[in-house]
């Protein structure tokens, strides 16, 4: 089978740190790239799972009572240890 070449650009730190964990694992780039090509093809998908992390709706409105709480601290109870924390958690169960 004839072979071609391949022209990418790659940001220089991730290539040099691409190119020291093949090393470990005793692969070179093109044996890399060769293999994510192959698989890709076998699976008919990309060799890897993308997704994005996008929050649910009770983190979203963790993140948002957080911010509340940065701006109005008058507005959020404090203890003055961790025992005292956790009786009143203890109570409330």
């Known amino acids: ?3 071609t070449n391949i022209t990418m650009r790659i940001d ?6 691409l190119q020291e964990l093949m090393s470990d694992l005793g692969l070179d780039m093109t044996t890399f790239f060769t293999m ?12 890897f799972n993308v997704s994005r992390e996008i929050p649910n709706k009770e983190t979203i409105e963790a993140f948002q009572e957080v911010e509340e709480m940065k701006k109005h601290p008058e507005n959020v109870k404090s203890y003055s240890s961790f025992s005292d924390l956790l009786n009143e958690v203890k109570q409330d169960v």
């Open 36 to 47: 994510a090509a192959k698989q890709a093809i076998r699976e008919q998908a990309l060799p």
């Open 12 to 17: 220089e730190n991730l290539k040099a740190q």
């Open 1 to 3: 089978m004839a072979n």
